[in-house]
């Protein structure tokens, strides 16, 4: 479906475009066309895309096209962070930060994934580690004997 860019709302905390990555996208898609749309979610903010969004923008585009998702929050966090962790080359920072907010989503989605220290131990005795659990200024740890 074709949506009017100047409707599409970005998040703000989105990581920067990179320019040299935009010009290089908008050549390609002036040459051969938008291979993949852009996702947005119902209200019309961008999920995934930003620098097609961009590269739509510099080669004067009014409409793009997009295919809009119906995820909750979480979800559409969740698709936005796996977005980048795949298709960019993020510093350590970056990366690190991604990778943690993507557990804690994941997490509240599949509860029954969080797993304790006690639940860890028990499983690395189960397999022939040798381990103990010790308690190191409030948290818990586990080390090898």
């Known amino acids: 479906m074709k949506i009017t860019i100047s409707e599409i709302k970005v998040n703000p905390g989105r990581r920067p475009v990179n320019l040299e990555g ?3 996208l908008a050549r390609s898609i002036s040459e051969i ?4 749309p852009i996702t947005i979610d119902q209200e019309y903010i961008l999920v995934a895309g930003l620098h097609r969004l961009e590269a739509a923008k510099m080669l004067g585009w009014t409409e793009v096209e ?3 998702c119906t995820l909750d929050a979480l979800q559409t966090e969740l698709a936005e962070i796996d977005e980048n962790v795949v298709r960019t080359e993020l510093s350590v920072i970056e990366y690190g930060e ?3 907010r993507r ?3 994941y997490e509240s989605l599949h509860p029954e994934t969080k ?3 006690a639940q860890a131990a028990g499983m690395n005795r189960a397999i022939g580690n040798n381990v103990r659990s010790c308690t190191n200024r409030g948290k818990s740890s586990i080390m090898r004997e």
Do not use: R, V
């Open 115 to 117: 797993a304790g220290q």
């Open 103 to 105: 557990k804690e989503i």
């Open 22 to 24: 935009i010009n290089e």
């Open 33 to 36: 066309g938008l291979l993949n």
């Open 98 to 100: 991604l990778l943690e």
């Open 66 to 68: 997009c295919n809009i």
